[in-house]
């Protein structure tokens, strides 16, 4: 399996931002996509994951309302778009696939697969 996230950059403060991950290697409609985020001297920590069979998703707490996951079986993408962006979406952003699916797992240790993170600057 094979992860790699695009589409992070410099961004205005309340600006859009739609991250890819492009997903390869394997069938993943029995897996569930998970994105994290990992500020700058903090822990990554999840946002958002999609169950790729059914589309059903699920959202940490603090973004719910401004991150929207979502795939395209068709290409094998997954996306994760931020709207508004706030200066504290700063991060390194990283995709993650489970192959498990018992669940929409929240921690790092519940995935895994995960591909080089895309960095996300937020600017004033």
């Known amino acids: 399996v094979q992860l790699q996230a695009s589409g992070g950059g410099l961004v205005q403060a309340g600006g859009s931002l739609r991250l890819s991950c492009a997903a390869s290697?394997?069938?993943?409609?029995?897996?569930?996509m998970g994105w994290f985020r990992q500020a700058p001297g903090k822990e990554r920590e999840f946002v958002a994951a999609i169950r790729w069979s059914d589309g059903q998703t699920y959202y940490e707490d603090p973004v719910k309302g401004r991150f929207i996951i979502s795939r395209d079986n068709a290409k094998n993408m997954v996306y994760l778009e931020i709207d508004p962006v706030r200066h504290d979406d700063t991060a390194v952003y990283y995709c993650?696939?489970?192959?498990?699916?018992?669940?929409?797992?929240?921690?790092?240790?519940?995935?895994?697969?995960w591909g080089p993170g895309t960095q996300v600057t937020v600017s004033s």
């Open positions: 290697g394997h069938t993943f409609n029995t897996y569930i």
């Open positions: 993650a696939a489970d192959d498990q699916n018992y669940g929409f797992g929240t921690r790092v240790y519940e995935y895994d697969y």
